[in-house]
């Protein structure tokens, strides 16, 4: 394979190796056949449904995923609930790394040798990654063969399904899903005479209710937020604005980018205006980052847009049925010495991530379970059955009411458990105005981008919200920065695919 030019990122220079290792694969099984148990290594495969009536045994499928402490309690109780219903399938979970990047790294080193796992999860943004690896058994193959599992996913919310088609191809086989809310302190808008039931519907909103809280509480910076890239990306998206070529990479390989487009200029300066009046408190987009949420907690500041995928953890630091143990424990955030969320008193609500232009538009973000085309037919098989266990409505509805994913199929919103819950529950209430927000405020004919690269595009855009923001450097001239890093790995990542 070439050589990456100087000062590269070795990182992305393995998974584009991983997607030509993986053709390769794909092109040496084709030409070699194999029998009806033989892995495919092709995404144009069949479905496998029905290759385990024709085991020899109980079937063994590994998972591989990055659930960590509550999530992977979850997890645990849905496989070991899935084993003894049934004696077909035995699933065994493998916990791989906390992080997606740990994860990813795995799946590829695993592509080399086809020892794929029978299940894994990926990112979001790994949906070019996994339809041009070849590595995947498309959603789509069952869902045009088996007229149960088109009822089903015909269930989908449309903005979840259009995020992950390509070319009229669903790939992944399950969803844990999240959209952005604002979360506001009701508190702070009640003392500067602000409705304390209505969040800001736009950034000018937003902004101007700044001004009102700090006026009112001068040592508050009203506005915290992370230099996270998926929240500027996300305004982009509210009002469509492409951040790479081809449909914004819908209609082809991307091979240009776009992040410094009039908007994201304009944006990125309006933020670093308010930053300079105290508006803004900017802390660092890092992994794993909760300075702007104890900022909340300790109301230093007044207003955030996060992850919905926050909202039972807020909710139950806020109610008191969260304490700083459990937070350690089930969470992995310490919080500071002394800090003790039954004394807090805060009066917190949330609503849609405000917009540019109008408040609930962005993408859907999450992790997404695929299935890996390496492994035997009946190993697929039974991957599948699982899916299909996973994505019942009652075991669906668990993820919601514990661990903060917004429902991904209509039906799961009418689960008993869950309907209460939206009604019972601050974290509850929270994840109905998440669910809401998917189902009918997401513009689902404009996703968001699909993009090969699309790890390394988020590392150049945060890098230029770093710069403009931490480090007050220009905006345009960061944002410029930006397009010429990701221009030069579009342009290689199309190479490596032959695009």
């Known amino acids: ?10 990182q992305a220079t393995a998974r584009r190796g991983a997607i030509a290792i993986a053709a390769a694969l794909a092109v040496t099984v084709s030409a070699c056949g194999g029998s009806d148990d033989a892995a495919t290594g092709s995404a144009e495969q069949s479905c496998p449904i029905g290759a385990l009536d024709t085991a020899d045994g109980r079937v063994e499928v590994t998972i591989w995923h ?68 070849g590595l995947f058994s498309p959603a789509q193959a069952c869902i045009d063969s088996d007229p149960e599992v088109k009822a089903q996913f015909d269930d989908l919310l449309p903005i979840v399904k259009s995020s992950y088609e390509m070319n009229g191809t669903l790939y992944p086989v399950s969803f844990g899903v999240f959209t952005a809310l604002v979360y506001y302190n009701q508190t702070h ?16 909103e937003m902004e101007k209710d700044a001004r009102a809280i700090k006026a009112a509480l001068p040592d508050v910076k009203p506005i915290v937020m992370t230099t996270a890239p998926w929240v500027f990306e996300w305004w982009m998206s509210g009002i469509r604005q492409e951040l790479v070529d081809k449909g914004n990479g819908r209609d082809g390989v991307a091979t240009t980018s776009e992040l410094a487009s009039e908007p994201a200029v304009k944006l990125l300066e309006q933020l670093q205006r308010m930053k300079r009046e105290g508006l803004i408190d900017v802390v660092a987009g890092t992994p794993g980052q909760v300075d702007h949420m104890l900022a909340m907690a300790q109301q230093q500041s007044s207003i955030v847009v996060e992850s919905s995928s926050a909202a039972t953890t807020v909710a139950g630091v806020i109610e008191g049925t969260i304490d700083a143990e459990r937070l350690k424990d089930e969470l992995k955030v310490e919080l500071p010495a002394g800090f003790d969320t039954r004394q807090l008193g805060l009066k917190v609500e949330a609503g849609p991530i405000p917009g540019i232009k109008t408040s609930g538009k962005g993408q859907v973000g999450g992790a997404v379970w695929y299935l890996p085309n390496t492994n035997s037919r009946t190993v697929q098989a039974g991957a599948w059955e699982f899916v299909q266990f996973l994505n019942r409505p009652e075991n669906q509805a668990e ?67 770093d710069s403009a923001l931490l480090d007050d450097k220009d905006a345009r001239e960061s944002l410029e920065k930006a397009d010429a890093e990701v221009n030069a790995e579009l342009k290689l990542y199309a190479q490596d695919i032959g695009g």
């Open 1 to 10: 394979m070439r050589q990456r030019p100087s000062g590269g990122n070795p």
């Open 66 to 133: 990055n659930y960590a402490s509550l999530s992977g309690k979850i997890l645990d109780e849905q496989i070991a609930a899935f084993n003894a219903s049934q004696k077909r399938v035995k699933v065994v979970g493998q916990f791989q790394g906390s992080t997606f990047e740990e994860l990813q790294s795995k799946v590829e080193e695993a592509a080399v040798d086809k020892e794929l796992p029978g299940l894994v999860t990926l990112e979001d943004t790994k949906t070019r990654w996994a339809a041009d690896s």
């Open 189 to 204: 808008f009640e003392a500067a005479g602000l409705d304390p039931s209505v969040a800001p519907a736009t950034i000018d």
């Open 399 to 465: 993820w919601t009411i514990r661990g903060s994913n917004a429902p991904a199929f209509r039906a799961t919103v009418d689960e008993p458990a869950l309907q209460t819950a939206f009604t019972s529950s601050l974290g509850g209430r929270w994840q109905k105005a998440a669910y809401d927000v998917l189902e009918s405020g997401v513009d689902s004919s404009f996703p968001g981008p699909i993009i090969g690269p699309y790890t390394e595009m988020r590392t150049s855009l945060r890098k230029a919200l």
